[in-house]
Protein backbone atom coordinates (compact mmCIF):
# COMPACT_ATOMS: atom_id res chain seq x y z
CA UNK A 1 0.00 0.00 0.00
CA UNK A 2 1.36 3.70 -0.62
CA UNK A 3 1.52 5.41 1.71
CA UNK A 4 3.45 8.39 0.26
CA UNK A 5 2.10 9.81 -2.93
CA UNK A 6 3.34 11.55 -5.97
CA UNK A 7 0.57 11.94 -8.47
CA UNK A 8 2.69 13.71 -11.09
CA UNK A 9 5.26 11.92 -13.01
CA UNK A 10 7.17 14.47 -14.46
CA UNK A 11 6.96 18.37 -14.29
CA UNK A 12 8.85 21.05 -17.05
CA UNK A 13 9.53 24.45 -16.56
CA UNK A 14 10.96 27.25 -17.73
CA UNK A 15 14.33 28.70 -16.40
CA UNK A 16 13.62 31.72 -14.03
CA UNK A 17 10.02 30.60 -13.10
CA UNK A 18 9.05 28.45 -10.07
CA UNK A 19 8.68 24.27 -9.65
CA UNK A 20 6.23 23.30 -7.34
CA UNK A 21 6.62 19.31 -6.72
CA UNK A 22 3.60 18.04 -4.92
CA UNK A 23 3.09 14.78 -2.36
CA UNK A 24 0.28 12.68 -0.59
CA UNK A 25 0.44 10.94 2.33
CA UNK A 26 -2.27 8.51 4.43
CA UNK A 27 -0.39 7.70 7.76
CA UNK A 28 -0.80 10.69 10.49
CA UNK A 29 1.95 8.62 12.34
CA UNK A 30 4.76 10.31 10.09
CA UNK A 31 7.25 12.67 12.03
CA UNK A 32 9.22 13.99 9.30
CA UNK A 33 9.12 14.32 5.95
CA UNK A 34 12.12 14.91 3.56
CA UNK A 35 12.66 15.47 -0.40
CA UNK A 36 15.73 13.98 -1.38
CA UNK A 37 16.78 14.71 -5.27
CA UNK A 38 18.33 12.31 -7.96
CA UNK A 39 20.55 12.28 -10.43
CA UNK A 40 20.82 9.73 -13.02
CA UNK A 41 23.19 6.83 -12.19
CA UNK A 42 23.69 8.04 -8.81
CA UNK A 43 22.19 7.63 -5.54
CA UNK A 44 19.61 10.07 -3.46
CA UNK A 45 20.71 13.11 -1.81
CA UNK A 46 19.06 14.54 0.94
CA UNK A 47 17.60 18.31 0.03
CA UNK A 48 15.34 19.67 2.83
CA UNK A 49 13.31 18.13 5.35
CA UNK A 50 10.35 19.56 8.00
CA UNK A 51 9.00 18.29 11.35
CA UNK A 52 5.12 17.42 11.27
CA UNK A 53 5.10 20.17 14.08
CA UNK A 54 6.27 22.98 11.49
CA UNK A 55 4.11 23.91 8.59
CA UNK A 56 7.01 25.41 6.41
CA UNK A 57 10.60 25.74 6.01
CA UNK A 58 13.29 27.10 3.97
CA UNK A 59 16.84 26.36 2.68
CA UNK A 60 18.26 29.04 -0.05
CA UNK A 61 15.64 28.46 -3.38
CA UNK A 62 13.74 25.48 -1.64
CA UNK A 63 10.71 25.59 0.46
CA UNK A 64 8.94 22.92 2.13
CA UNK A 65 5.47 23.50 2.50
CA UNK A 66 3.13 20.88 4.94
CA UNK A 67 -0.64 21.06 5.74
CA UNK A 68 -0.96 18.50 8.22
CA UNK A 69 -4.78 18.41 8.18
CA UNK A 70 -4.95 17.83 4.21
CA UNK A 71 -1.90 15.26 4.98
CA UNK A 72 -0.03 17.46 1.88
CA UNK A 73 3.31 18.30 1.71
CA UNK A 74 5.02 20.59 -1.61
CA UNK A 75 8.27 21.84 -2.39
CA UNK A 76 9.22 25.22 -3.75
CA UNK A 77 11.94 25.86 -5.91
CA UNK A 78 12.39 29.42 -6.70
CA UNK A 79 14.01 30.56 -9.12
CA UNK A 80 14.56 27.06 -11.25
CA UNK A 81 17.81 26.42 -12.62
CA UNK A 82 19.02 24.36 -15.18
CA UNK A 83 20.55 22.35 -12.78
CA UNK A 84 18.02 21.19 -10.89
CA UNK A 85 16.71 18.90 -13.64
CA UNK A 86 16.06 15.40 -12.04
CA UNK A 87 14.33 13.14 -9.90
CA UNK A 88 12.80 14.49 -6.97
CA UNK A 89 11.45 11.88 -3.99
CA UNK A 90 9.33 12.82 -1.14
CA UNK A 91 9.96 10.23 1.72
CA UNK A 92 8.09 10.19 5.32
CA UNK A 93 10.31 9.26 8.65
CA UNK A 94 9.58 6.42 10.09
CA UNK A 95 10.67 3.77 12.70
CA UNK A 96 12.19 1.73 10.07
CA UNK A 97 13.64 4.13 7.88
CA UNK A 98 12.15 5.92 4.72
CA UNK A 99 8.99 5.51 2.95
CA UNK A 100 9.46 6.81 -0.36
CA UNK A 101 6.89 8.62 -3.05
CA UNK A 102 7.52 7.11 -6.82
CA UNK A 103 9.18 10.50 -7.53
CA UNK A 104 8.38 13.27 -9.95
CA UNK A 105 11.08 14.09 -12.54
CA UNK A 106 11.99 18.30 -13.10
CA UNK A 107 12.87 19.30 -16.17
CA UNK A 108 14.36 22.82 -16.08
CA UNK A 109 14.30 24.45 -19.64
CA UNK A 110 16.80 26.99 -20.37
CA UNK B 1 35.61 9.95 3.24
CA UNK B 2 34.35 7.70 -0.38
CA UNK B 3 31.03 8.09 2.12
CA UNK B 4 28.56 5.34 1.35
CA UNK B 5 29.82 2.86 -1.84
CA UNK B 6 28.23 -0.24 -3.09
CA UNK B 7 29.82 -3.45 -4.82
CA UNK B 8 29.19 -4.23 -7.57
CA UNK B 9 27.82 -1.52 -9.94
CA UNK B 10 25.90 -3.97 -12.47
CA UNK B 11 25.35 -7.61 -12.40
CA UNK B 12 23.33 -10.22 -14.83
CA UNK B 13 21.98 -13.44 -13.09
CA UNK B 14 20.47 -16.01 -14.37
CA UNK B 15 17.05 -17.30 -12.63
CA UNK B 16 18.11 -19.76 -9.46
CA UNK B 17 21.92 -18.03 -9.16
CA UNK B 18 23.33 -16.41 -6.05
CA UNK B 19 25.19 -13.79 -5.56
CA UNK B 20 25.65 -10.79 -2.83
CA UNK B 21 25.79 -7.62 -2.53
CA UNK B 22 28.42 -5.45 -0.38
CA UNK B 23 27.96 -1.95 0.87
CA UNK B 24 31.01 -0.20 2.97
CA UNK B 25 30.77 3.30 4.80
CA UNK B 26 33.02 5.24 6.51
CA UNK B 27 31.30 7.51 8.03
CA UNK B 28 30.73 5.28 11.69
CA UNK B 29 26.99 5.26 11.41
CA UNK B 30 25.30 3.14 13.60
CA UNK B 31 22.10 2.40 11.20
CA UNK B 32 22.26 0.83 7.53
CA UNK B 33 19.64 0.11 5.48
CA UNK B 34 19.06 -2.06 1.74
CA UNK B 35 16.12 -0.37 -0.24
CA UNK B 36 15.54 -1.60 -3.93
CA UNK B 37 14.11 0.94 -7.05
CA UNK B 38 11.60 0.00 -9.31
CA UNK B 39 10.45 1.83 -12.20
CA UNK B 40 7.19 3.86 -10.90
CA UNK B 41 7.15 2.60 -7.61
CA UNK B 42 10.19 5.10 -5.57
CA UNK B 43 11.97 3.01 -3.02
CA UNK B 44 11.32 0.43 -0.79
CA UNK B 45 13.20 -0.84 2.27
CA UNK B 46 14.13 -4.29 2.05
CA UNK B 47 15.86 -4.88 5.53
CA UNK B 48 17.84 -2.27 7.93
CA UNK B 49 20.19 -2.78 11.21
CA UNK B 50 20.66 -1.25 14.15
CA UNK B 51 24.04 -2.06 14.85
CA UNK B 52 26.53 -4.49 13.87
CA UNK B 53 25.13 -8.05 14.90
CA UNK B 54 21.51 -6.93 14.30
CA UNK B 55 19.30 -7.09 11.90
CA UNK B 56 15.36 -6.48 10.94
CA UNK B 57 12.56 -7.32 7.96
CA UNK B 58 11.49 -3.87 6.12
CA UNK B 59 9.14 -3.57 3.63
CA UNK B 60 9.60 -6.11 1.23
CA UNK B 61 12.06 -8.70 2.69
CA UNK B 62 10.95 -11.68 0.60
CA UNK B 63 13.93 -13.70 -1.19
CA UNK B 64 17.07 -11.61 0.13
CA UNK B 65 18.90 -12.06 3.45
CA UNK B 66 21.06 -9.79 5.61
CA UNK B 67 24.39 -9.99 7.49
CA UNK B 68 26.46 -6.73 9.64
CA UNK B 69 29.32 -8.56 10.75
CA UNK B 70 30.91 -5.45 11.45
CA UNK B 71 29.75 -1.96 11.92
CA UNK B 72 30.92 -0.52 8.59
CA UNK B 73 29.44 -3.32 6.29
CA UNK B 74 26.22 -4.43 5.82
CA UNK B 75 25.33 -7.57 3.09
CA UNK B 76 21.89 -8.34 0.98
CA UNK B 77 22.41 -11.85 -0.16
CA UNK B 78 19.98 -13.16 -2.95
CA UNK B 79 19.93 -17.34 -2.74
CA UNK B 80 17.69 -18.08 -5.50
CA UNK B 81 17.71 -15.27 -7.79
CA UNK B 82 13.76 -14.23 -9.47
CA UNK B 83 13.22 -12.00 -12.71
CA UNK B 84 10.93 -10.55 -10.26
CA UNK B 85 14.30 -9.43 -8.49
CA UNK B 86 15.69 -7.52 -11.26
CA UNK B 87 15.87 -4.11 -9.82
CA UNK B 88 18.24 -1.02 -8.58
CA UNK B 89 19.25 -1.81 -5.36
CA UNK B 90 20.54 1.28 -3.21
CA UNK B 91 22.00 1.04 0.09
CA UNK B 92 22.17 4.23 2.78
CA UNK B 93 23.22 4.68 6.15
CA UNK B 94 22.56 7.22 9.10
CA UNK B 95 23.58 7.79 12.64
CA UNK B 96 21.33 6.45 15.36
CA UNK B 97 17.96 7.65 14.75
CA UNK B 98 16.84 9.69 18.43
CA UNK B 99 15.14 12.18 18.91
CA UNK B 100 14.23 13.95 15.92
CA UNK B 101 15.71 12.63 12.35
CA UNK B 102 19.08 11.75 11.05
CA UNK B 103 19.54 12.28 7.36
CA UNK B 104 20.25 9.08 4.94
CA UNK B 105 23.06 9.20 2.88
CA UNK B 106 22.80 7.15 -0.46
CA UNK B 107 25.29 4.76 -1.87
CA UNK B 108 25.43 4.99 -5.87
CA UNK B 109 23.53 2.09 -6.94
CA UNK B 110 23.60 -1.63 -8.01
CA UNK B 111 21.84 -2.47 -11.45
CA UNK B 112 20.79 -6.24 -10.72
CA UNK B 113 19.11 -8.09 -14.02
CA UNK B 114 17.96 -11.44 -13.31
CA UNK B 115 17.33 -13.46 -16.60
Known amino acids: DQQVKQNSPSLSVQEGRISILNCDYTNSMFDYFLWYKKYPAEGPTFLIS?????DKNEDGRFTVFLNKSAKHLSLHIVPSQPGDSAVYFC?????????FGAGTRLTVKP | NAGVTQTPKFRVLKTGQSMTLLCAQDMNHEYMYWYRQDPGMGLRLIHYSVGEGTTAKGEVPDGYNVSRLKKQNFLLGLESAAPSQTSVYFCASSHLQGQGWNEQFFGPGTRLTVL
Open chain 1, 50 to 54: ISSIK
Open chain 1, 91 to 99: AASEVRGLR
